[in-house]
Structures are given as C-alpha cells and as structure tokens.
C-alpha cells in the first residue's frame, strides 16, 4: 500500500496501528484522533472523509488481521475526535465495524467492541437507526467463548440500554421483533441477555412494552423455566412488573392476546411457572370480566386439576386456582327470561366445549377436581338453564356415573345436580328425547333419574349397600320426598328381579322408618284417609312394598292400619319364611322399640281398640324364633294392660269398616298374595336354574 493510498496516514502510522503490541496501536490511535481534531477544527470535510475511509475501507475491512485491528482501533480514536460531527459520519464508521463481530479472532472482536463502545458513546442517538444491528451483535457478544469479548460487550450493552432510555428515535415496533426471534433462545446468556432489556425498557416510562407484551409474553415464561436461579429471579421480577402495570391500566390490555398463552403454563410442571400463570389469570378474570368468557373451556382446562394439588409447596398455586374458579363461576351471566333473547356475553361462551371439560374432569382422580366440575355444572344449569339442557344428553350420564363414586362430597354434588336438573326440566317443561314414546314413564328428566338410579343400584348391589340409604336421603333433603318414593314406587313396581325389588324395598323401607329427613311423609302417612292424597301415597308404596312381605307390614303399621297388618301376618305365615325373613322380622321389633313408633306403643294402652295391634304385634311375636328380639317384644306386650281379659276367650272387636275400605284392604292384600307368590315362584325357578 503506497503513501497515496494511505493518505493522510503515512507508512510509520501504518506500521504502528498494525503492531502486535497494544500500546503501540495506542501510540497510533492518539496520533489519528490528533489529525482528526484537525481536520475537524479547520472544518476539512475532504480530508475527514479520507481518513475514515482509509481506517474503514483499507483497513477495517482488510484480510490481514493486524490491519484489522489498526482499523478498529483507529476509527474509535477517529469517533472521538468527530465528537457531534459523528453524526454525518456514522454509516461509513459503524457499518466496517459491524462486520467484525463475526470474525473467528477473538482479539479482533473485543477491539470491535471497544470501537463500537466509542462510536456509541459519541453518536448517542444518532446511532440508533443501526440498534437493530447493535442488538444482533450483543445478542450473540452475551454468550461468546471468549471472557474479554463478553466482558467488552457487557460495558457496549450498558452503554446502548443508557442510549437507549435517553433517545427521542428509538423504535419499539423494529425492537420487537428481534426481541421475539429470540426470546426462545436456551443459552442461559442470551436469556439473562434479554430479560434484562425487557426489564430496561419497561422501566422507560416514555416506551410502552407493555403493549407489545402479548409478543414476548410466552418467552418469557419459557425463560422463568430456567433452572438457573438468578435468571428465574430476574424473569420473575420482570413479569411482577408487567402484571403490575397491568393491573393499573387494566383498559389498555390486550387480555385475549395472552389469556391463551397463561392457560398453556398454568399446566406446567414447573412450580413457578405455574403459580405465576395462575395468578395472572386470576388478576385477568378480576380485571377484564365478561371478556373470558370465550377462553372459559380452557381456563377449566388449567384450573380445575389445580384444585387437586396437594404438596404444600404448591399451596398457592392450589388457593389461587381456588380463587380463579370463584371468580369464573361469578362472572358467568344469567340467562333472559325470554329464550329468544341471549346477551352478547352468553353467546361468547363455547357450552359445547365448557361441558366436555366438565365431564373430562368428573373422572379426575382427585375428589376436589370432580368436585368442582359438578359443581359448575349446576352453575350452568341455575345461570344458563335453556343453553346447559342443549347439552344435557351429554352432561345426564357423566353425572350419573358420578354417583359411583367413593366420595359423599362428590355424590352430593351430583344429586343436586339432578335436582337441578328436575326443577329447569318442569320450569321450562322440558322433555327428554324418547318423551314421545311414553310420556308417562319416559317424559320426565326426574322420572328419568330415578329409573337410572335404580339401574345403577341393580347393576351393583354394594353402591346400594354402602350408598344406597346416603343417597335417598340426601335426595329427600334436595327434593320432595313424597314425590321421590311416589316415583320409585311407581318404576318399582314392574321391576322383574325379585331379589333385587325385595332388596330395594327393604333399603326404602327402613329410610321411610328411621331417617329424619322423611319425617312430614311419616306423618303424612299416620294421617290414613283412602279418599284423599295419603291414601294414594299409601296405595303406590303398598304395592311396591308387596315386594318384601315384612316391610308390608310395617308400611301398615306406619299408617296404623292394624287389621290389615294382622291379616298380612296370616298370609305371610303360610309363606316359605327364609332366614332372612326373619332378620327383616327383627329389625321390625327392634323399630317398633324407636321413637318412630311411640304413638304404636302409646295405643297399648287401649288394647280393647287397638286389638288389631295386640294381634299383629302376637303374630310377630309367633314367627320370631325365641331371640333376643323376642324377648324385647314379649316383655312389651307383658306391659300391655287388661291383657289377662282381652286374651282370655275374647275375639278381637269386629271391625267397622265400611264397605268401600273393606273392599280396598280386600283388593291390596289380593295384590299382595300374588305378587308374593310370584316372586317365590321366580325364586324357586332361579335356583332350578342354578342346582
């Protein structure tokens, strides 16, 4: 290279700026700021124009790599000396040095770095219409192998965050998208890199990152599932920044844009990640309102298997999520009393899908989770009745299966449930598919029900067992429970399996003896009038109970119709008496020993009216082997005054029915010997059958 072509340098500056030895280069670089004050001084355009282009073009952009490093070292001197008239100057400087941040010398990049450093350092904001690429570099300069080049790049990024908070040009919409490219970066620098810029300009009240969150906001919870704990930190206080700013300009969020993005993490197995997605939704549903209802489906999807966790390090993450579903359900809008008219929220709502993550989580292995979805579905069904039912053929099983569950807390969330499900079915009157056929039997979700309850019971015995008597009683609390043993007694009635209908007789019987839940059909049934409606009651449990002889006996014994009782006990003598007659015989006398029948055992008293009743409780006393419950019964009856009289030789009073009852109590004991002698006839076949 010949002195004209290095002019102004001459071949001694040349010889310094591409030594190997650092201060030399110094020595050169003071000399090349010194011309350039010159230059710049006598207002030499030409001659600056000259020099940058010799240092730039010759030998920045050179393949030898001392001119390399002569040419970065000179162009920072030659930025120093331009001071404010850098600004006319800055694509010829910063584009060559740029171009060296690529290249495999390690030394070369860090000078690179302290040439970049001073051109910043003196351009300021005339730099930024190159901070796209400034970015790019130190984005890569943050992880580089070599410590001195990450060192050199820590004081250039600290240098551009100072610019950039200070810039009047700075551009947050060509920002964005190199913070997005690489916001899914793993390299632990890159990531630590980037946070603390998000953190920079966040804190710039003047730039609005807040805006462009929905952007970055997924990367930036892929970076709080760091391992590292100091990039954990500053992710988390980063996003407490952002949910911060949210919550006090809640009207300038763009909530749709990140509510699916917060669902996706709050599934996370990662602790953090997790409590803090859940925890922006919370503060989304609290702030934003109706507008969640479109994204309800998979905010269930995320919250309620949240409700199950049960390590205490995720205590919050489970109260949270507590919190979010209480919120869901309030924000949830009632339906208009005109099924024409539906709100715009209502319509937002997706009841498709909301139901189908319903029923997913109905089978949930966790009770609170099961739970908690049947619950929302009697939300549904009290806010949105008209809506929910499109969706009841669906929703109808899946709450039934819930009934085989191992939880009360579960199964009596599905009893209301259906008792919901009974109460928008009669207000709206509405009926179930097969309502055509018979509108009797199959019209009714109730009556629906209940046959399905019965099925369910039939199908497994030990549910009948073990849940069997919680359930009718619970639904006596929820419901009427005239009209629940009306409708079982009716669907009873026709039930073929002889075991099963004696079974399920003996379960309703001793609910209707002994739960205080039945009280007013008890005394209701005390109350015997055949013309009025305890008659009918009393009629439709009869000829159900005629599935199981002895609590016949004591339905008659409840509505004190004695002499009907005591005819009972004749036929049933002459019955195949099993053992387990005999149990059901026990438990008999062990209830008439009960505060149910005090007023029974008041009418002792009067054994010459009540002879019927001394007669019964004798005949009881005679198809009792002698037992423990024998003995009670013998010694209540040896308290029954006058018996020595009534016994001796005395019939029991002809009874003063008129005609009509006698023909009554005549056609139900009729009903009572046939379907008793049914079932023993289907008895005896099973076990031909079976032998």
Known sequence: ??????????????????????????????????????????????????????????????????????????????????????????????????????????????????????????????????????????????????????????????????????????????????????????????????????????????????????????????????????????????????????????????????????????????????????????????????????????????????????????????????????????????????????????????????????????????????????????????????RTFKSIEKLFPAVLKALEDDSDEVIMAALEDFAEIRSVSDQFKLLHNSAQEDHKIQGSYFRRFIRDLLTLFKKDRQILDDRGHFMIRQLCLLLSAEEIYSVVADILVDETDPVFASAMVEALSAILLTASELFELRASLRKFDRTLQQGHVFTKLYRCWAHNSVATVSLCLLAQQYQHASDLLGVIADLDVTVEHLAEIDKLVQLIESPIFTHLRMQLLDPETNAYLVRTLYGLLMLLPQSEAFENLRRRLDCVPLLQRVSQGQSVPPSDMVAAEKAFFADLLQYFINTQKRQQASIRHDRKSHS
């Open 1 to 386: 290279m010949t002195d004209q072509d290095l002019h102004p340098l001459n071949q001694n500056l040349l010889r310094l700026l591409t030594e190997k030895i650092y201060e030399k280069r110094k020595t050169a670089a003071l000399e090349v700021e010194r011309m350039m004050k010159d230059y710049v001084l006598n207002g030499n355009t030409a001659m600056i124009q000259k020099l940058i282009k010799v240092l730039a073009q010759d030998l920045t952009l050179s393949d030898n790599s001392n001119y390399r490093k002569g040419g970065l070292i000179g162009l920072a001197a030659a930025s120093i000396a331009l001071g404010k008239q850098i600004r006319s100057y800055i694509p010829q400087i910063i584009q060559p040095v740029l171009s060296c941040f690529n290249d495999s010398d390690s030394r070369i990049r860090y000078f690179a770095c302290e040439a970049l450093y001073n051109v910043v350092k003196v351009a300021r904001d005339a730099a930024m219409p190159y901070f796209s690429e400034v970015f790019d570099v130190l984005s890569k300069l943050c992880a580089d192998s070599d410590t001195n080049t990450k060192n050199g790049a820590e004081l250039l990024d600290r240098l551009v965050k100072d610019v950039v908070i200070e810039s009047k040009s700075f551009n947050l919409e060509t920002f964005v998208p190199l913070l997005r490219e690489r916001i899914y970066a793993r390299n632990p620098f890159v990531r630590q890199f980037l946070v603390s810029w998000i953190a920079v300009l966040d804190s710039v009240p003047e730039i609005d990152i807040l805006h462009f969150l929905p952007e970055i906001l997924d990367g930036l919870f892929v970076i709080l599932s760091d391992p590292r704990l100091e990039i954990r930190k500053a992710c988390e206080s980063v996003l407490g920044e952002f949910l911060h700013g949210i919550v006090n300009r809640p009207g300038t969020v763009d909530y749709p844009a990140m509510v699916n993005i917060l669902i996706t993490h709050s599934q996370s197995p990662d602790e953090l990640v997790q409590f803090t997605a859940v925890l922006w939704i919370k503060q989304f549903i609290k702030l934003a309102g109706p507008k969640m209802l479109p994204f309800t489906s998979g905010l269930l999807v995320a919250i309620l298997p949240c409700l199950s966790l049960e390590s205490e390090s995720r205590k919050n993450i489970r109260e949270n999520a507590r919190q979010v579903n209480q919120e869901l359900v309030k924000i949830i809008p009632a339906e208009s009393e005109a099924p024409q008219e539906a709100t715009d929220d209502i319509l937002t709502l997706d009841l498709e899908s909301i139901v189908q993550v319903l029923i997913d989580n109905m089978t949930h292995s966790s009770i609170p989770t099961r739970l908690a979805a049947l619950r929302w579905v009697y939300s549904l069904l009290d806010q949105i009745p008209r």
